[in-house]
């Protein structure tokens, strides 16, 4: 059972809290940077990149989050969360991003059409497809070559790995499927116990 941050600003939260509930961990609400010192593990959710983004400046959390990344804590990011772990998008003239992942990332990238789907996606080292639940989800234009892509829909990267951070441009807490709660939980488990 492990103590994971959950992202408080604005987005999924609550889904995240139960889907961890779900799974036997202890979801705790992330407002300041005090309690992020608290946590295994962070989980930055789907919402509105933006406003989360104006928010944990706002919160004096930008800092706070990226030393938690430096210290190899686990980080999962899903939908906004890929978009505010990653460094802004190909043709953007600045990253006003987290810039922690070796990502670009096009925002609202399936288009109008395609606000929200569903697709079962292969995923490395899953057996079987991942049925997963996009809303005006993002993807990974581009990664550096320490990226482990996981998974590509329509060609376009859509979930990827960069050491103690995971990034998905779905919802996994909208399924009962655990299994990419597992991996990043897995995380966790594999960091070293250090010793001074
Ligand atoms: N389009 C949103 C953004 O870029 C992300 C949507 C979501 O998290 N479901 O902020």
Not at 156 to 182: G, M, S
Request: one cysteine or more.
């Amino acid at each position: 059972k492990y103590r994971i941050g959950i992202l408080g600003m604005q987005g999924a939260t609550e889904e995240h809290a139960s889907h961890l509930q779900q799974a036997g961990h202890e979801p705790i609400l992330i407002k300041n940077r005090e309690l992020l010192e608290t946590v295994d593990a962070l989980i930055i959710p789907g919402g509105e990149s933006t406003a989360i983004w104006r928010l944990m400046k706002k919160n004096n959390l930008v800092d706070a989050v990226k030393q938690f990344a430096q210290s190899k804590k686990p980080i999962f990011g899903t939908c906004a969360g890929l978009v505010l772990l990653g460094k802004g998008q190909v043709d953007a003239e600045q990253s006003v991003h987290l810039g922690l992942m070796d990502v670009q990332v096009k925002r609202n990238g399936f288009g109008r059409q395609r606000d929200s789907f569903e697709a079962n996606l292969d995923v490395n080292g899953m057996k079987e497809p991942y049925p997963a639940v996009f809303i005006r989800a993002p993807y990974i234009e581009s990664a550096g070559e320490r990226v482990e892509v996981l998974a590509a829909y329509d060609d376009k990267i859509v979930a990827a790995k960069e050491e103690n951070l995971i990034v998905a441009a779905f919802h996994p807490e909208l399924t009962d499927d655990n299994r990419f709660l597992e991996l990043f939980l897995s995380l966790v488990e594999e960091k070293p116990v250090l010793t001074v």
